[in-house]
């Protein structure tokens, strides 16, 4: 029976953000899988993140503590989750898996991937109207919701005005909500959005 792991050589992820490094086999009936590796080669040395053998799941590398995890009961999906990804984490990941056959022989596989991971700056952000749009009548409850692309945490900043006018400074968070809606709320309103 043909055995192989599949995954990509190169995979970028956004710092702060989570990714996954893809790592998988179609299981076959006769072959029951022993052990799981996941190790990493990067600036700050070499080690084992992960380790799953039939005493459990191990994160053997502090800095990874917490922020990694390999699907359960997912039959060959073998990818491992790192979550807030820091600038650390590039390196080279390699996944390796070793099976039994029947007869009691061990096979083993290896995949290495590369990974990068980039600072995004932030995009240019859109504001998306409630569902009454934007002309709206007195009384009505509505919201504006600002939206952005990057790396993560991004901020937000709502402003009544004219960017390049005289503006007032209203709240932070991405949505700005009306409860009651009066005939002076009527104008223009900006959003900022910003990251690190």
């Given at each position: 029976a043909f055995l ?50 039939g005493s459990g ?140």
């Amino acid at each position: 029976a043909f055995l192989d792991l599949s995954g990509p050589t190169e995979i970028k992820g956004v710092w702060k953000d989570s990714i996954t490094l893809p790592c998988a086999y179609v299981p076959l009936e006769n072959l029951v899988q022993q052990t799981l590796s996941w190790t990493v080669v990067h600036d700050k040395g070499s080690g084992t993140i992960f380790r799953r053998d039939g005493s459990g799941d191990h994160v053997l590398l502090s800095e990874y503590r917490d922020r990694v995890s390999v699907p359960k009961d997912a039959p060959g999906n073998v990818s491992l989750l790192i979550l807030n990804l820091e600038i650390s984490d590039r390196g080279t990941y390699t996944c390796q898996v070793t099976w039994k056959d029947s007869n009691n022989s061990l096979i083993a596989k290896e995949i290495t991937i590369k990974l990068e991971v980039v600072k995004v700056a932030v995009t240019k952000p859109i504001i998306r109207a409630g569902e009454l749009g934007l002309t709206i009548p007195a009384g009505a409850r509505t919201s504006l919701t600002c939206e952005a692309g990057g790396s993560p945490p991004i901020s937000y900043r709502w402003f009544r005005g004219a960017p390049e006018g005289k503006s007032m400074f209203l709240t932070s968070g991405a949505e700005l909500a009306w409860s009651s809606l009066r005939p002076s709320d009527s104008g223009t309103y900006f959003c900022e959005a910003e990251n690190r």
